[in-house]
């Protein structure tokens, strides 16, 4: 079964840094765009960052921009996101996502079709 696993998020203090891992279970990267996202309480799931599988090309937030980073490493079938200089206001779930059926960047949640479970960060004033 696929499956997207992330890891890594954790309690930082404001300014500091953490860095989330995402593994699919099987081989899907082939092909895939990847993207995070982050949910915090009260709103809506909200685009964080993309990248695709060739180039690669990557696509940031403007909340993010200049502090988070997204790569990936299709040998290992995951994808990271290093998140420095963090903010109270980055406190979210986080979530990775894979777009299957279409190649190219989007921040449209309904774009991809298979999700992660998620992993807490907390940044602490």
């Known amino acids: 079964q696929v499956q997207l696993v992330e890891s890594g998020g954790g309690l930082v203090q404001a300014g500091g840094s953490v860095s989330l891992s995402c593994a699919a279970s099987?081989?899907?990267?082939?092909?895939?765009?990847m993207g995070w996202f982050r949910q915090a309480p009260g709103k809506e799931r909200e685009f964080v960052a993309a990248i695709t599988w060739s180039d690669p090309r990557t696509y940031y937030a403007d909340s993010v921009k200049g502090r988070f980073t997204i790569s990936r490493d299709n040998a290992k079938n995951t994808v990271y996101l290093q998140m420095n200089s963090l903010k109270p206001e980055d406190t979210a779930v986080y979530y990775c996502?894979?777009?299957?059926?279409?190649?190219?960047?989007?921040?449209?949640?309904?774009?991809?079709?298979?999700w992660g479970q998620g992993t807490q960060v907390t940044v602490a004033s």
């Open positions: 996502a894979a777009r299957r059926t279409y190649s190219g960047l989007s921040y449209d949640t309904d774009a991809y079709d298979l």
């Open positions: 099987v081989r899907t990267f082939s092909g895939t765009t």
